[in-house]
Each structure stands twice: as structure tokens, then as C-alpha cells.
């Protein structure tokens, strides 16, 4: 089958050489009219992944009851950016809305904000949130200015473009693609000054040889939040997957139908993503002076808020199938063979009295 998207990475190749990995992603996952989720709806049973929101309502509860405590334990403001980036389906947000409806003044305080990229889900999210009047942005700058951020995003940092440095013996490269007889195929070729940059001294340092993940991107987007945070005051939720410690390693994966696959085969019709550096994270909000709750796992986050009593109560008044899709959805959520420790949540606010929730366990 012809691959418009193929063509114009090979042509991208061919005029200006090798591309970076994260000039890739970026065509495959963002190209306005070919790429990945500007096309499609890629979650559930039938596409390509399942996310934690759409695995059961009780994660959305769960996220919706925490911030309902930071709101009350921020003295309720009467104003506040209420943030998701990366929503997908709308489902983590329909469900924190739900949730947080009978909590007075949350909902007339709230200003909901969705930063998507893609139209196809943006019309999705439309569909389940036109009733709490979000607006759609595309960058951090755009949200209105003084009052506090509540932001939320789950498998949102895993989708940004990473680079991939590969250390050899004392010399490193940076892997990029390449064109032999017309198919992709992996080149190395000398680090540029800025990425350099990015790669910490502990990893510079290492002895090891091999993979080196870093994301200028990435990091530019944590920097935007850390300033929007000591600026506006507020919180930052992520939850991803990915390590608690920066190391070295390839976890650059490529997903369709559930499966693992090449890179290379129809690039913009499976999800790349890599996995997400919690510390390069805590080390840049250190930096800027914020605090930082966790890396902790999923299933410590999700238990030490109570979703064990979530469940129960919801079985209370479930019939039998309810009960089983309640019982593995729970499961799924924090078994530690399934998402309960490759998912990891971090909070950020700048406020070093604030208690949060869910995070008394460390890793
Ligand atoms: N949070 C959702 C979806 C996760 S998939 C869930 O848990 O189900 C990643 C989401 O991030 C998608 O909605 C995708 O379109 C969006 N996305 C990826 N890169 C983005 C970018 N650079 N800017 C805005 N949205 C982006």
C-alpha cells in the first residue's frame, strides 16, 4: 500500500540528509495531514494501546478527589486553570469533572484548558466536554495569566520526540536515519552542541558503553510548566511510564494493534514513544526552585488515595459483569505485573507547605 507519509520523510532525507530520531517522531506522530494522532482514534481494545483512563473510570475518580483536596487545602480559589495536555479521548477529564461536581465553587471556579494537537481527537473531546467550555490550546503561553495551574497529563511527556545518543568506547554519537536502497536504516553522526548540552554528567561520565535518551523538547516543555508554577502558583500531575533514575538505555518503542513493531514499518500508522527520565524531570524543577513529589509508582499513588474502597463501594450496587470488569479494571491498574510499577506519578507546586496525596511511599 502506498505510504504518503514514507515519501515525504525519504524526500525530507534525500534534500537535507539524515534526520534525527526526534525529527521522526515528530513527522510520524504530528505531521499535520499523515501523522499518527492527527488521523485517528488509537485507543482501546480496538486500536492500537489502552491508557489508564480509558482501562477504568476509577483512575479519573481518583485523579478528580486529588485535586479536589489541593483546591480546598489551596484555600479554594475562586479562580483556576483547571489544565490537561495531551487529553486523548477526554475520558481522564470527563471522569475528574464527574467526580468533582458536587465539591462547591470547584466547577464555577474552574476554567478548563486542553492542549491537543490533533483535530481528530480534539473533535472527540468536544464531543464529552463542550458542556464545561474548554478551550484548546497549543501552547502553555496561551492560558491566561495570575491565577493558579492545576495541570494534568497522563502518557502525554512518553509521545514528545526524543534524540538517541550512543556512546561507544569514549566517543559518542547521535543516531539518525538514513536512506540505503531507498529504505531507512540507522546512521551515527557527530553531536551537535545543544544536545550535548542536554546529557547529564553522571551519564557523560559513565563507563558504560550504549544508548543515551535525551528530549530538548521535553525539556523545554518542563521548563514552560516550572515557570508557570513558581509564576501562577498551582500543581502539576504527570503519569507515565518510565524510570525513576536517569540511565542509560534504548526504550524507544513502537506500537500497532497492541504489538510491538519496527520503526520503520508504515511510519504515521503506529504510536512511537519512549520512555520518561522522572529524574532529569525532578532535576530541572530542583533547579527551579519548585518541590517534587515522588517518582512513585502508580499502584502506591492509586492505593495510598483509596481506590481499594472506590472499588468496593462501586461493586456494592454492580451486577456480576460489572463486578468482573470492576475487579480487572482495578487490576490492570495496579497489579505490579501489569501498570501498577511501570507507571510512575510526580507532582510539582511551589509551595512547600502543601500535603499532597498518594505520595507517602517512596520507590
Ligand atoms: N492522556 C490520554 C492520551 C494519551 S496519548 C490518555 O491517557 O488516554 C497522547 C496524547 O497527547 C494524545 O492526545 C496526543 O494527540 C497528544 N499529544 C502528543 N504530542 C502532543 C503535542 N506535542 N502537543 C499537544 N498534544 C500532543
Given at each position: 500500500?502506498?505510504?504518503?507519509?514514507?515519501?515525504?520523510?525519504?524526500?525530507?532525507?534525500?534534500?537535507?540528509?539524515?534526520?534525527?530520531?526526534?525529527?521522526?517522531?515528530?513527522?510520524?506522530?504530528?505531521?499535520?495531514?499523515?501523522?499518527?494522532?492527527?488521523?485517528?482514534?488509537?485507543?482501546?481494545?480496538?486500536?492500537?494501546?489502552?491508557?489508564?483512563?480509558?482501562?477504568?473510570?476509577?483512575?479519573?475518580?481518583?485523579?478528580?478527589?486529588?485535586?479536589?483536596?489541593?483546591?480546598?487545602?489551596?484555600?479554594?480559589?475562586?479562580?483556576?486553570?483547571?489544565?490537561?495536555?495531551?487529553?486523548?479521548?477526554?475520558?481522564?477529564?470527563?471522569?475528574?469533572?464527574?467526580?468533582?461536581?458536587?465539591?462547591?465553587?470547584?466547577?464555577?471556579?474552574?476554567?478548563?484548558?486542553?492542549?491537543e494537537?490533533?483535530?481528530?481527537?480534539?473533535?472527540?473531546?468536544?464531543?464529552?466536554?463542550?458542556?464545561?467550555?474548554?478551550?484548546?490550546?497549543?501552547?502553555?503561553?496561551?492560558?491566561?495569566?495570575?491565577?493558579?495551574?492545576?495541570?494534568?497529563?497522563?502518557?502525554?511527556?512518553?509521545?514528545?520526540?526524543?534524540?538517541?545518543?550512543?556512546?561507544?568506547?569514549?566517543e559518542?554519537?547521535?543516531?539518525?536515519?538514513?536512506?540505503?536502497?531507498?529504505?531507512?536504516?540507522f546512521?551515527?553522526?557527530?553531536?551537535?552542541?545543544?544536545?550535548?548540552?542536554?546529557?547529564?554528567?553522571k551519564?557523560?561520565?559513565a563507563?558504560?558503553?550504549?544508548?543515551?535518551?535525551?528530549?530538548?523538547?521535553?525539556?523545554?516543555?518542563?521548563?514552560?510548566?516550572?515557570?508557570?508554577?513558581?509564576?501562577?502558583?498551582?500543581?502539576?500531575?504527570?503519569?507515565?511510564?518510565?524510570?525513576?533514575?536517569?540511565?542509560?538505555?534504548?526504550?524507544?518503542?513502537?506500537?500497532?494493534?497492541?504489538?510491538?513493531?519496527?520503526?520503520?514499518d508504515?511510519?504515521?500508522?503506529?504510536?512511537?514513544?519512549?520512555?520518561?527520565?522522572?529524574?532529569?524531570?525532578?532535576?530541572?524543577?530542583?533547579?527551579?526552585?519548585?518541590?517534587?513529589?515522588?517518582?512513585?509508582?502508580?499502584?502506591?499513588?492509586?492505593?495510598?488515595?483509596?481506590?481499594?474502597?472506590?472499588?468496593?463501594?462501586?461493586?456494592?450496587?454492580?451486577?456480576?459483569?460489572q463486578?468482573?470488569?470492576?475487579?480487572?479494571?482495578?487490576?490492570?491498574?495496579?497489579?505490579?505485573?501489569?501498570?501498577?510499577?511501570?507507571?510512575?506519578?510526580?507532582?510539582?507546586?511551589?509551595?512547600?507547605?502543601?500535603?499532597?496525596?498518594?505520595?507517602?511511599?517512596?520507590?
Open positions: 500500500m502506498p505510504n504518503p507519509l514514507e515519501d515525504i520523510i525519504k524526500n525530507k532525507i534525500r534534500t537535507q540528509g539524515a534526520i534525527t530520531i526526534a525529527d521522526y517522531m515528530e513527522l510520524c506522530l504530528g505531521h499535520p495531514q499523515y501523522g499518527y494522532y492527527m488521523t485517528r482514534d488509537p485507543f482501546g481494545a480496538k486500536g492500537d494501546f489502552v491508557t489508564a483512563p480509558e482501562v477504568s473510570q476509577m483512575f479519573g475518580e481518583m485523579i478528580g478527589l486529588w485535586l479536589a483536596d489541593l483546591w480546598m487545602k489551596m484555600g479554594s480559589p475562586s479562580e483556576f486553570i483547571l489544565l490537561e495536555c495531551g487529553p486523548g479521548r477526554g475520558t481522564l477529564m470527563e471522569d475528574i469533572l464527574r467526580t468533582t461536581k458536587g465539591l462547591a465553587g470547584f466547577h464555577q471556579a474552574k476554567k478548563l484548558y486542553l492542549m494537537m490533533s483535530p481528530t481527537l480534539k473533535a472527540i473531546q468536544k464531543q464529552k466536554l463542550d458542556i464545561y467550555d474548554p478551550t484548546w490550546i497549543d501552547d502553555l503561553n496561551a492560558l491566561p495569566a495570575s491565577i493558579p495551574v492545576f495541570l494534568v497529563a497522563n502518557e502525554f511527556l512518553d509521545a514528545l520526540p526524543i534524540h538517541q545518543l550512543v556512546k561507544t568506547g569514549q559518542w554519537t547521535e543516531r539518525r536515519i538514513e536512506l540505503k536502497d531507498d529504505a531507512f536504516h546512521v551515527y553522526k557527530p553531536v551537535d552542541k545543544k544536545l550535548k548540552s542536554c546529557v547529564p554528567k551519564i557523560w561520565e563507563q558504560t558503553d550504549g544508548v543515551f535518551e535525551a528530549s530538548p523538547i521535553l525539556n523545554q516543555y518542563i521548563k514552560s510548566v516550572d515557570i508557570l508554577l513558581k509564576k501562577q502558583n498551582g500543581v502539576t500531575l504527570f503519569v507515565d511510564y518510565g524510570h525513576p533514575e536517569t540511565a542509560m538505555g534504548d526504550t524507544l518503542q513502537t506500537m500497532c494493534s497492541h504489538r510491538f513493531v519496527n520503526i520503520f508504515t511510519p504515521g500508522h503506529s504510536d512511537i514513544t519512549a520512555h520518561v527520565d522522572f529524574e532529569n524531570i525532578a532535576m530541572q524543577a530542583w533547579a527551579d526552585e519548585l518541590i517534587v513529589h515522588g517518582p512513585t509508582t502508580q499502584r502506591s499513588f492509586l492505593t495510598g488515595l483509596g481506590i481499594d474502597v472506590r472499588a468496593q463501594r462501586l461493586m456494592a450496587s454492580a451486577n456480576d459483569a463486578k468482573d470488569a470492576l475487579r480487572s479494571g482495578l487490576n490492570r491498574l495496579i497489579d505490579t505485573e501489569q501498570m501498577g510499577n511501570l507507571f510512575k506519578v510526580m507532582a510539582l507546586c511551589p509551595d512547600p507547605n502543601l500535603k499532597l496525596e498518594g505520595f507517602d511511599e517512596g520507590l
